[in-house]
């Protein structure tokens, strides 16, 4: 049995969010995750949510944490900035949603070109309103605590 695989270096780098409350989804694609596409993800999560107070949950990556994203945060009163604590991708809604977006993109499938995966990858968040039955199944926020 012969399993095909993608060959290649061209990678595809997506930054996102994900609003628990009306499942919708803002995602970029950029040359790099760093300060710079996190601001630029912030600037369009204020023009999507053009009123009220914006709260953002955070891993704990370096950029996110950097003076370029502070001192953008500091300008823009309307975002708060809240971290998770270290170690704790299970508490973090949009690592639900990416493998979610894995499973239902990339498992089991083989694109014979990039432009093809690139498209594939695109259009899933697009469409997103389509999976909208599963993810307000798989993305909630009740989180079961396991003290040990």
């Known amino acids: 049995m ?7 270096r061209e990678r595809l780098n997506l930054n996102g969010a994900y609003n628990i409350d009306d499942h919708t989804a803002v995602i970029q694609e950029t040359d790099s995750v760093n300060a710079q596409s996190t601001v630029c993800l912030l600037e369009q999560i204020m023009r999507e949510q053009p009123l009220g107070l914006i709260y953002i949950i955070l891993d704990n990556a370096r950029y996110y944490r950097s003076g370029i994203v502070r001192e953008f945060v500091e300008q823009n009163s309307r975002i708060r900035l809240m971290f998770l604590p270290p170690y704790s991708p299970n508490l973090n809604i949009i690592e639900r949603l990416w493998k979610f977006f894995k499973k239902n993109v990339t ?3 083989h694109y014979e070109k990039y432009a093809v995966f690139r ?4 259009q899933f968040f697009k469409n997103i309103d389509k999976y909208r039955v599963e993810l307000e199944t798989l993305m909630t926020d009740n989180f079961e605590l396991i003290q040990a």
């Open 2 to 8: 012969v399993i095909r695989s993608n060959t290649g």
């Open 107 to 109: 498992y089991n499938t």
């Open 119 to 122: 498209n594939s990858c695109l």
